[in-house]
């Protein structure tokens, strides 16, 4: 039976075989805490949301499985079988103990056949057979090389060569997927785990949801972390952290917010990055006040808020045009005995300039070196436009050349919005000699810039 809670996600009262019951300990989130339009209940039972669940409430239509990529076949979630799907991603920087194994198959280049990753290794079998970590030291290499497919294709050999492959060798694959940004590659890998009769772990299946995440695939997040405690895996902060962040990158408030109450269920301590990526859910979907009231209640989770939950808040006033709010907020931080940064600064003028507060934004801006910060590009052309909105082609112009002197570049927006100041002033010799010096900097004038000119 589904529970409707006031946000309009559903829950699973019977439970999916995970929570309390799979040996998380059972207790309420709720206490003195209220966040508002979240689901009404107390996770007391098994809430992880079911797959059909994900789907129902995800806007668009969710298979039970995915497909390979080269095998034709198609990957249910965990299934027997394997897959030989691949994609390559290109290396980073190498660091680690020496390992002569890596260094060869790094020669090979970035798509080798698997022939040639077969030869490389052959000698090497014998050894890996004693000794499993070995293999491990290559795999982990690839992953920190961002190589994928050559680390499919050194699985590949070692299971043609009947050499043990084990859950550190899937979980450093898996990990090489992800660095990689192939969310494919991972589910695949994944898949082919149950099918090798190797169990996943937290650090496979932590990696599979941060890959999930960063290729903008919530719902495949949530299955995963759903599916941990069924696979006897339950999943610590870093599952919970990377799922929240999943749905934030997809604009699921309700789920973040959801997972976020879930998490002592589990035995699992929310964090500041739980607590951030929630409050960024909620800043993106313009969900101002439930921004609010999470930044006000970490303290009662014991945890205390830093420049990054700070800057989320300011953001979400700034995008519903609530620069009071915004500037209570920066103002606040330092009495926190928190910092603000740059990006702090640049919400709050931002604020400032939706609310038509020109001078509100020039003050800020020049108050920013008062905390041994340095002003960017962004920070400019917020207050840039700000100036723009109140018809001060003056500041406007003022705070442009100032860019220069400080030797930071104006993008086309910052330009466009001192020729729309000048506009407004009935400035059309300046807004004209504006338009003509943005091709020397390597800035195209477009349809903006013509208009306002115009």
Not at 130 to 137: D, G, I, K, Y
Not at 297 to 308: A, F, G, H, N
Not at 333 to 342: A, K, S
């Given at each position: 039976?589904?529970?409707?809670?006031?946000?309009?996600?559903?829950w699973?009262?019977?439970?999916?075989g995970?929570g309390?019951?799979?040996?998380?300990r059972?207790?309420?989130?709720?206490?003195?805490?209220?966040f508002?339009?979240?689901?009404q209940?107390a996770?007391?039972?098994s809430?992880f949301p079911?797959?059909?669940?994900?789907?129902?409430?995800?806007?668009?239509?969710?298979?039970?499985?995915w497909?390979?990529?080269?095998?034709?076949?198609?990957?249910?979630?965990?299934?027997?079988?394997?897959?030989?799907?691949?994609?390559?991603?290109?290396?980073?920087?190498?660091?680690g103990?020496?390992?002569?194994?890596?260094?060869?198959?790094?020669?090979?280049?970035?798509?080798?056949a698997w022939?040639?990753v077969?030869?490389?290794?052959?000698?090497?079998?014998?050894?890996?057979r004693?000794?499993?970590?070995?293999?491990?030291?290559v795999?982990?290499?690839?992953?920190?090389h961002?190589l994928?497919?050559i680390?499919?294709?050194?699985?590949?050999?070692?299971?043609?060569?009947?050499?043990?492959?084990n859950?550190?060798?899937?979980?450093?694959?898996?990990?090489?997927?992800?660095?990689?940004?192939?969310?494919?590659?991972?589910?695949?890998?994944?898949?082919?785990?149950l099918?090798m009769?190797?169990?996943?772990?937290?650090?496979?299946?932590?990696?599979?949801?941060?890959s999930?995440?960063?290729?903008?695939?919530?719902?495949?997040?949530?299955?995963?972390?759903?599916?941990?405690?069924?696979?006897?895996v339950?999943p610590?902060?870093?599952?919970?952290?990377?799922?929240?962040?999943?749905?934030e990158?997809?604009?699921q408030?309700?789920?973040?917010l959801?997972?976020?109450?879930?998490?002592?269920?589990?035995?699992?301590?929310?964090?500041?990055?739980?607590?951030?990526?929630?409050?960024s859910?909620?800043e993106?979907?313009?969900?101002?006040q439930?921004?609010?009231?999470l930044?006000s209640?970490?303290?009662?989770?014991?945890?205390?808020?830093?420049?990054?939950c700070?800057?989320?808040?300011?953001?979400?006033?700034?995008k519903?045009?609530?620069?009071?709010?915004?500037?209570?907020?920066?103002?606040s931080?330092?009495?926190?005995?928190?910092?603000?940064?740059?990006i702090?600064?640049?919400?709050?003028?931002s604020?400032?300039?939706?609310?038509?507060?020109?001078?509100?934004?020039?003050?800020?801006?020049?108050?920013?070196?008062?905390?041994?910060?340095?002003?960017?590009?962004?920070?400019?052309?917020?207050?840039i436009?700000?100036?723009e909105?109140?018809?001060?082609?003056?500041?406007?112009?003022?705070?442009?050349?100032?860019?220069?002197?400080?030797?930071?570049?104006?993008r086309?927006?910052?330009?466009?919005?001192?020729?729309?100041?000048?506009?407004?002033?009935?400035?059309?010799?300046?807004s004209?000699?504006?338009?003509?010096?943005?091709?020397?900097?390597?800035?195209?004038?477009g349809?903006?810039?013509?208009?306002?000119?115009?």
């Open positions: 039976m589904l529970v409707a809670s006031s946000s309009g996600v559903p699973d009262s019977q439970g999916t995970c309390a019951g799979a040996g998380g059972s207790r309420s989130f709720r206490r003195s805490t209220d508002g339009s979240t689901p209940r996770f007391t039972t809430t079911s797959e059909e669940e994900v789907r129902r409430t995800g806007g668009q239509k969710l298979t039970t499985s497909p390979s990529q080269r095998c034709g076949k198609r990957v249910a979630w965990w299934p027997a079988g394997r897959s030989a799907c691949g994609a390559h991603s290109p290396g980073g920087s190498r660091s103990p020496p390992c002569p194994e890596l260094d060869l198959l790094l020669a090979l280049g970035p798509t080798p022939e040639e077969d030869q490389v290794l052959g000698p090497e079998f014998s050894f890996w004693r000794n499993p970590r070995l293999a491990t030291v795999l982990s290499g690839l992953a920190k961002r994928p497919e680390a499919l294709k050194v699985l590949r050999s070692m299971r043609q060569a009947g050499v043990e492959v859950t550190f060798h899937c979980s450093a694959t898996v990990s090489a997927c992800e660095k990689a940004g192939r969310w494919q590659l991972a589910l695949c890998v994944l898949g082919d785990m099918g009769a190797v169990p996943p772990d937290k650090t496979s299946c932590n990696a599979a949801i941060s999930m995440s960063k290729g903008g695939q919530w719902q495949l997040a949530l299955i995963i972390l759903s599916s941990m405690p069924q696979k006897r339950l610590n902060e870093i599952s919970y952290n990377a799922a929240i962040s999943a749905c990158k997809g604009g408030w309700q789920w973040s959801s997972l976020l109450h879930h998490m002592p269920d589990m035995a699992v301590s929310p964090d500041k990055i739980s607590c951030s990526a929630a409050i859910a909620c993106k979907c313009g969900q101002w439930q921004a609010l009231r930044l209640q970490m303290p009662d989770m014991r945890l205390v808020s830093d420049e990054i700070y800057s989320a808040a300011i953001s979400a006033c700034e519903a045009a609530q620069w009071q709010l915004a500037l209570s907020l920066l103002k931080m330092p009495e926190g005995m928190v910092l603000p940064n740059v702090s600064y640049n919400a709050a003028i604020a400032c300039e939706k609310g038509g507060q020109w001078e509100q934004a020039f003050s800020l801006l020049k108050s920013i070196p008062d905390m041994r910060l340095i002003p960017d590009e962004i920070s400019y052309s917020s207050a436009s700000a100036c909105k109140c018809c001060e082609w003056q500041q406007a112009l003022g705070l442009l050349d100032q860019m220069t002197d400080m030797a930071l570049h104006p086309e927006i910052t330009y466009n919005a001192a020729i729309s100041a000048c506009a407004r002033g009935d400035q059309w010799q300046l004209l000699s504006l338009v003509s010096k943005m091709p020397t900097l390597r800035l195209t004038p349809q903006i810039s013509y208009g306002a000119l115009i």
